[in-house]
């Protein structure tokens, strides 16, 4: 089914052409008839799988035509704000309604002009949402649609109090559009508070890899991390890199390293001022930096297409966040490899991982690096099977195996 048997506005449909969209991805197509039909929704997808389309589509329908603030989307963060700012722009870009995104990190003047001037969507983060309402340089009387964007990050980072007093001022009487990859109890029940009779959309397995991705991992001694971390930058073809770290400091440290050993590196963290984070996205996106450095706060929802290779120097501390991390590649149905470092300190946050996703993940070996015996069996997968990375496999992905062969990407 292509966009054109959905019913979207000839406007619309106008948009998803000049960005290139032809049919819609499984969630696209589950969620938009009912949102166009008015219902709220409970959407679940993996990431990478279209969601911001899934929910910006119908809203630009419902909206139509420059009307005040009617639309307001939560966003746990700076960088997912701006990202869904520049999508409903994107997308709505035929139309003449306006959109503006309101954020901390920057100063209040550009965001009060907007709001002076008038807009039709707003979106947002919950604390700068707070200090608007709180100036009275806006209000939430008129809104119609209310979207919750990656609720269960929302969760993580402590916002959903927050969120539920911004909920508690939007008109009782609106479509509620709720977004989330996992929808644990507490979830839930914000979800009961929010929403009335929702249609339930879930797309894929929320635990499961993404299958576009293969992934395996190296385990190595501590001291010799950054040294496999280099070699591999030597041997993968990749277009761009994201190194993800597990703490900012850790970030940093990587980075110069990185930078010394000739390599265009961006770095992305919470200490950075909000034009270095924004300057650090567009540099990645257009080629200037070949590897991101980032923490967790690149994990989730940050679209960045091409990005062939994901690389985690630190093992995450949660095993959700192994997923949402390696699904910065292989996005839109395009293939990558995402490799993880793992310590003997690490191995049995490796099985939890295993457990999560029901899954043994593929042991790798590059030749000169010591691979330190596991303490236990891994846990055996859920399928029996292991996710067994390109490179491995006939056609591959360019990779140096242990003989130090050079395969070429597809």
Known sequence: MSFKNLGLAPKLLQGIQA??????????????????????????AQTGTGKTAAFALPTLQRLERRGGLRCLVLEPTRELAAQVDTAFRNIGRFTDLRVTAL????????????????????VA?????????????MHLRDIEVLILDEVDRMLDIGFLPVVKRLVAQCPKNRQTLFFSATVPPEIADFANFALRNPAR???GLTRSVTSTVTHGVYRIEQGRKFDLLQA?????????VIVFSRTKHGADKIAKKLRAA???????????????????LAGFKSGKYEVMVATDIAARGIDIAGVSHVINHDIPEHPEDYVHRIGRTGRAEKVGDAFTLVTPDDFKKLRDIERFIGQKIERLHLAGFTAPPETASPPAAGDGTASRPRHQ??????FVNARGKRNRRR
Not at 109 to 116: D, F, I, P, V
Not at 125 to 137: F, M, S
Not at 232 to 240: E, R, Y
């Open 262 to 280: 000739n390599h265009t590196v961006a770095v992305l963290h919470s200490n950075r001022s909000q034009n270095q984070r924004i300057e650090a």
């Open 19 to 44: 960005m290139g969209y032809h049919d819609p991805t499984p969630i696209q197509l589950r969620s938009i008839p009912p949102a166009l039909a008015g219902r709220d929704l409970i959407g679940s």
């Open 201 to 203: 959309v879930e797309i």
């Open 232 to 240: 591999l930058l030597g041997t993968i073809d990749f277009q761009s």
């Open 103 to 122: 954020f901390g990190g920057v100063g209040y003047g550009n965001q009060r002009k907007a709001l002076q001037q008038g807009v039709d969507i707003v």
């Open 125 to 137: 983060t919950p604390g700068r949402l707070e200090d608007h309402l709180q100036q009275r340089t």
């Open 393 to 398: 496999r006939p056609h591959a992905s360019s």
